[in-house]
């Protein structure tokens, strides 16, 4: 079985400033990382996903992760934040094995940009 | 185009009664999913379906049912309605070849 931590909650940031969100993950298995990411009353997104090959993964609107196997994490990173990167953020994993597709969600981090 | 849609978006209700949610997606996928997102942004899957048969069926209470018609659509059909069921309800298909799940924009349910 697998499990995804997001170790914040919430991270205020100022606009401009870099970001940092975590997410450590548990597995027995080999596995695939993913970050969504929901605004306001919308669905979720993919903003990058991890499957093989390089560890730094880059995804939409400036965010990159980086996987850490010996770590067990994939922090989201963004060097200069936006007004518009207001959401919830959340980190998933999913198990190469798992055939039913099942992918775990962590409880999300609200990123709250301040002007 | 929408990807993936849900009707309706919002659904406000009494406690008992019984209401269904259809989700519809266009991207020829053939893995659906039905998750619920309490009010602390909490994301949990509750089924998911691929091509018409369900293969994740999750601790959910029996009031919940999901049917799917047809691998376009995967409905969600609530029994006897309760407060704790309150929560927004995301409809989401999968590409394999990305691994990838794409959500719909969810349909916000408040029982009272």
């Known amino acids: 079985a697998q499990s995804v931590t997001q170790l914040d909650s919430q991270v205020p940031v100022f606009e401009e400033a870099p970001v940092e969100l975590r997410c450590n993950y548990s597995s027995s298995v080999s596995v695939y990382l993913f970050w969504y990411v929901q605004y306001p009353n919308q669905g979720l997104q993919l903003l990058l996903k991890?499957?093989?090959?390089?560890?730094l993964v880059k995804g939409i609107n400036g965010f990159e992760a980086e996987f850490n196997k010996s770590q067990t994490s994939f922090h989201l990173r963004k060097p200069s934040v936006h007004i518009s990167d207001t959401a919830e953020y959340f980190c998933a994993v999913k198990g190469w094995h798992s055939s039913a597709s099942k992918i775990i969600f962590g409880s999300g981090t609200r990123l709250s940009i301040r002007p | 185009d929408t990807a993936v849609s849900q009707t309706p978006k919002y659904l406000v209700t009494q406690m008992g009664n019984d209401k269904s949610i259809k989700c519809e997606q266009n991207?020829?996928?053939?893995?659906m999913y039905w998750y619920k997102q309490d009010s602390k942004k909490f994301l949990k899957i509750m089924f998911s379906?691929?091509?018409?048969?369900?293969?994740i069926n999750e601790t959910v209470p029996n009031r919940f049912s999901p049917k799917s018609p047809d691998k376009a659509h995967l409905n969600l059909h609530i029994n006897s309605l309760e407060l704790g069921d309150s929560a927004v309800y995301f409809c989401a298909s999968r590409s394999p070849a990305q691994e990838t799940q794409y959500f719909g924009p969810g349909t916000r349910l408040l029982v009272l």
């Open positions: 379906y691929n091509n018409k048969e369900l293969i």
């Open positions: 991207l020829g996928h053939d893995t």
């Open positions: 991890y499957l093989s090959g390089s560890t």
